[in-house]
């Protein structure tokens, strides 16, 4: 009845999805970037051993062992000496990039999983395409149970899927902006190519698109390229990024994008395909899940009230400062509609010392090395290239992107890491990339998950508190 929403970058990692997961309901690891996120461990030590336990139950040990070579630090970095830099993904993937990124997905399914028999789930964004395939494939290798799959239409994911059962090669088209007739634009993607030894058919994941609007259920319904196997309605006052309205209306007084009644989803029509949907956005309260079910949802997905409770992978001071914020009363969340290159609404808690701050903001030099939420374009030459709004303004124009498209754009790639408790360190340790908090308009809520007295919450306080409005 409960999903916990997948949360990047690492928010939900591993350990909050597993104790969700063991409690009965689905854990859902955020996907995106765990090929950095997994470098960065290892380039910290790896002080628990996870990691190495992880790496050791990957099929191919050579692989594996690669990997490790390549980031592990024995002891963890000096503080001050920068990560290392990771290819970027691009239409095709440099080998040693897909071993990590395939390595990484494994890794954190295979420890979510570990020592229960519960369904772990993995959540991407189909916006951030290049990685999408080794990704999935990795995850599987795990076992993973259930992909979702928001920002975008993902049309091909179920196909990628039933290829993967049998190891079989799949296939993805890369959107590209200014693309004509002939073309290549498939990413493509052999496990053979990688497999050192046969392994037998995987699980086949279910997959669950998280969609805010019946055009697009019945869209995904009626040309998918396989089996839909539910949805995730998700609303706007959702954390993350959010649908953009359907209107092109004005933005609010504040700033913010403004919902009206056509982004409303009408559950009536919801219910007649027989799939069954969860609820997002603002489903943290007791009450609500009982008026989801009896609106014929099987359960609601939450996000926000997980992402501040002692499992999640939110760093401490973050955490404990917005938590000390809400208790205040002084939690504000703004939903910013250019802060990410992605071009969606993407919801921003306000916190000092992070780039919410417009001073922390405009003091960062604009340096894209990251570079998941760049898009792919034709350039004059008919070559895939790629391009991102937070880049370097003359970088960006030289790629024939608009001025305009620039203003208010945030590297949420490097300060999503950072919020993860990776944040890159430049110029001799001179600078440090601060963090971005994301969340939902139920922020100012979760004061209701602690016990009088106390001032943190666990993954189990959240579940108890929201199945206590069940009537039976
Ligand atoms: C910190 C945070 C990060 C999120 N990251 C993602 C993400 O990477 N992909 C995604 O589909 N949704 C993401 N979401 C949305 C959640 O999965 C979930 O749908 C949403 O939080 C539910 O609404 P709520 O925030 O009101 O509980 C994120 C939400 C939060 C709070």
């Not at 979702?148 to 049998?166: H, Q, S």
């Not at 053979?192 to 279910?206: A, S, T, V």
């Not at 943290?284 to 609601?300: E, M």
Request: charged share 20%.
């Amino acid at each position: 009845m409960i999903i916990q929403g997948g949360m990047s970058v690492a928010v939900s990692n591993w350990r909050l999805a597993q104790t969700v997961s063991r409690l009965g309901h689905l854990g859902v690891i955020g996907g995106t970037a765990l090929d950095m996120v997994t470098a960065r461990r290892l380039e910290d030590g790896d002080p628990d051993g996870d990691m190495r336990r992880a790496f050791d139950a990957f099929p191919f040990r050579a692989m594996a062992e690669r990997v490790w070579n390549t980031y592990y630090v024995s002891g963890g970095k000096a503080p001050d000496a920068p990560y290392a830099r990771v290819p970027i993904h691009g239409r095709e993937c440099p080998r040693p990039l897909a071993e990590l990124c395939l390595v990484a997905n494994f890794a954190e399914v295979f420890l979510a999983r570990e020592g229960h028999t519960n369904p772990v789930g993995i959540n991407y964004l189909e916006k951030i395409q290049t990685p999408h395939l080794i990704s999935i494939y990795g995850a599987m290798l795990a076992g993973v149970s259930y992909v979702l799959m928001g920002a975008g239409i993902p049309l091909k994911i179920p196909g990628v899927l039933d290829a993967f059962v049998n190891h079989e090669p799949a296939s993805y088209p890369l959107y590209v902006v200014g693309a004509q007739d002939g073309d290549d634009t498939t990413m493509r993607f052999t496990p053979r190519e990688f497999m050192e030894h046969d392994l037998p058919p995987l699980e086949r994941p279910r997959f669950l698109p998280i969609i805010a609007s019946n055009t697009l259920a019945v869209t995904m319904l009626k040309k998918a390229n396989g089996k839909v196997d539910g949805f995730i309605i998700e609303g706007p006052t959702a954390g993350g990024h959010n649908a953009p309205p359907r209107g092109k209306g004005p933005l609010s007084e504040s700033g913010e994008p403004v919902y009206g009644e056509r982004d409303r989803v009408d559950l009536d029509k919801m219910r007649e395909p027989g799939v069954p949907f969860w609820l997002a956005g603002g489903y943290g309260t007791p009450d609500v899940l009982q008026q989801a079910l009896d609106a014929g949802a099987a359960g609601i997905q939450v996000g926000t009230a997980f992402a501040y409770c002692v499992e999640s992978g939110l760093r401490d001071d973050y955490k404990q400062a917005v938590l000390a914020k809400v208790a205040r009363g002084e939690a504000c969340v703004f939903t910013d509609p250019v802060a990410s290159p992605s071009g969606f609404p993407f919801k921003v808690v306000q916190l000092e010392g992070t780039i919410s701050e417009e001073a922390v903001y405009l003091a960062r030099p604009r340096i894209c090395d990251l570079g998941y939420l760049r898009e792919a374009y034709r350039t004059p030459d008919g070559e895939i290239d790629f391009r991102c709004p937070s880049e370097p303004v003359s970088v960006y124009l030289s790629k024939g992107g608009k001025t305009e498209t620039t203003a208010g754009r945030k590297c949420i790639c490097n300060a999503l890491i950072a919020t993860a408790g990776g944040p890159q360190t430049r110029s001799q340790g001179r600078l440090l990339e601060a963090g971005i908090i994301t969340s939902g308009d139920d922020l100012t809520g979760i004061g209701r998950f602690m016990h009088p007295g106390s001032t943190a919450y666990t993954a189990a306080d959240v579940i108890r508190t929201l199945l206590s409005g069940l009537r039976d």
